[in-house]
């Protein structure tokens, strides 16, 4: 009888451990979730300048929401349009939109679809067919137009007096101070369900200091660190989300233009691209966490920057730079913001100085947006891009619109319906090696222990529609 009793008793126990375990696993509404930036956001709207416009449309996105998106494995996916069609000529597009609501309870509609969307692309001739659908005519065929509206720039937001921006996602803005703090709160009413916490708390800006030395993110969720921080992190066992090497840092060479701005020859262009060692770069400075660069799209996702060399010549950088017969010095400008630049403009002057080209760099703040790129009077800029697409069209479109290419590359790339042609883009804007492309890195979070169902994509992107932590009420 005692045996029988004490093994009533374990059983018991044992189930009630199990049920223990097994509730503290499901997910949970409640709680805040805290974010640590590394990067201030300045402003909320996707087509605002920003000088990281990945940071600002991470925090957006939780509020706008595109028409369509592009999944883990790039395939085109529905958001708030529920089905489209084109036809013969991929130049008219027909949508369909789901029943979903504005943050003020307003239902989107083909109407306030198509003020939005004129907003980003004046040249599109929007018809509004009905209620819930609506045709977009563009100037030229786009064979990839569903996957040019997941891009952030073509969120579908209500626009009212006073700059208030409303949009459609799970989280609504309840504080905001720019550069410094961002609060949201969940959207009870989201068409595609309640999100577990209560709310998301974005601080920009700040440093991690702290939570290095201590190995320990306390009382906040997540937080990015910089590549050179990573090491660290990794040998004291933390929790670490690494995208693909996505982000491309380029040496952008800028047209001639209002600034005392000479064009610098193409031949000592090219002898700096030919004398820079990107393979030290990335093994040594960025502690191989990322990847040399040669074209303009990563190897990962298109299948042919192998087409792209992206090997140290030294001695045709040295003799390019003896053809063009010049001692010009060059100015490159990198963000002062990101230690990670400025180590990496440093070493590509010290790569210069062996094939006799004198680089001087210089750190500004804001050298990483277009607005600031437009004011410095520098020869060239080390820029990070952000890969903002898993779709291939999508994310040079997206590229040729950062560095400003000519228009007609621009419409070429929308035009192309095969991988050759975006191939033989790529080759023409890199052919006169106005953009030198350096290396490939990943973003990188640091999450707590205590969270859950954090999706990270392979170009950094987030997805967070499942996301909960643990101790919530």
Same mark, same amino acid.
């Given at each position: ?16 451990? %199990? ?5 503290? %696993? ?85 109407? %306030? ?37 997941? +891009? ?55 440093? +991690? ?79 191989? @966490? ?51 630049? @400025? ?71 929308? @035009?192309? %319906? ?16 106005? +953009? ?20 990270? +994509? ?16």
């Amino acid at each position: 009888m005692k045996r029988t009793l004490l093994l009533l008793v374990v059983i018991t126990n044992l189930l009630a451990a %199990s049920s223990a375990c097994l509730a503290e %696993s499901r997910p949970r509404y409640g709680g805040s979730v805290r974010i640590l930036l590394r990067h201030k956001v300045t402003s909320l709207d996707p087509l605002s300048e920003s000088d990281d416009p990945a940071t600002r449309d991470r925090v957006a996105g939780l509020m706008f929401e595109t028409l369509t998106q592009i999944d883990a494995e790039g395939h085109t996916r529905a958001k708030l349009a529920s089905a489209w069609q084109a036809d013969a000529g991929n130049r008219d597009w027909i949508f369909t939109l789901r029943q979903a609501s504005f943050h003020d309870h307003s239902e989107i509609n083909s109407a %306030s679809v198509a003020a939005s969307l004129r907003s980003v692309s004046p040249d599109w001739k929007i018809t509004v067919n009905s209620q819930q659908t609506f045709t977009i005519e563009t100037p030229s065929p786009a064979p990839h137009l569903p996957e040019l509206l997941a +891009l952030p720039r073509y969120a579908i937001i209500k626009r009212l007096p006073g700059d208030v921006l409303l949009g459609t996602g799970p989280y609504t803005l309840a504080e905001w101070q720019p550069g410094e703090h961002v609060l949201l709160a969940a959207n009870d009413d989201y068409w595609n369900g309640r999100p577990f916490p209560d709310s998301i708390d974005f601080r920009t800006g700040l440093s +991690l200091r702290e939570h290095l030395l201590e190995r320990n993110l306390t009382l906040d969720h997540a937080a990015e660190p910089s590549p050179d921080q990573l090491r660290s992190l990794e040998q004291a066992n933390q929790t670490l989300l690494l995208s693909r090497p996505a982000d491309m840092l380029l040496v952008f060479f800028p047209e001639p233009g209002a600034k005392p701005r000479k064009a610098v020859d193409p031949r000592l262009r090219e002898a700096l691209s030919s004398a820079i060692n990107r393979a030290t770069i990335n093994n040594v400075l960025l502690q191989r @966490k990322g990847v040399p660069a040669g074209g303009l799209l990563p190897q990962w996702l298109t299948g042919w920057e192998f087409l792209f060399p992206a090997s140290q010549d030294m001695e045709r950088g040295r003799r390019l730079r003896a053809d063009a017969n010049s001692t010009q010095p060059l100015s490159l400008i990198y963000d002062s913001s990101d230690p990670v630049m @400025k180590m990496v403009a440093e070493r590509i002057a010290v790569d210069a100085r062996e094939a006799g080209i004198l680089v001087q760099t210089f750190g500004d703040p804001h050298s990483n947006s277009r607005s600031g790129r437009a004011t410095l009077n520098a020869d060239a800029i080390l820029l990070r891009v952000a890969l903002s697409s898993l779709d291939a069209t999508a994310a040079l479109t997206e590229l040729a619109d950062e560095l400003a290419l000519p228009a007609d590359t621009v419409s070429a790339i929308v @035009k192309a %319906s095969r991988p050759e042609e975006l191939v033989e883009i790529e080759r023409s804007a890199l052919a006169d090696y106005r +953009l030198v492309p350096v290396v490939r890195l990943p973003q990188a979070l640091w999450l707590n222990s205590n969270v859950h169902e954090w999706q990270q +994509l392979p170009n950094g992107e987030w997805r967070l529609d499942q996301l909960w932590v643990e101790g919530s009420r």
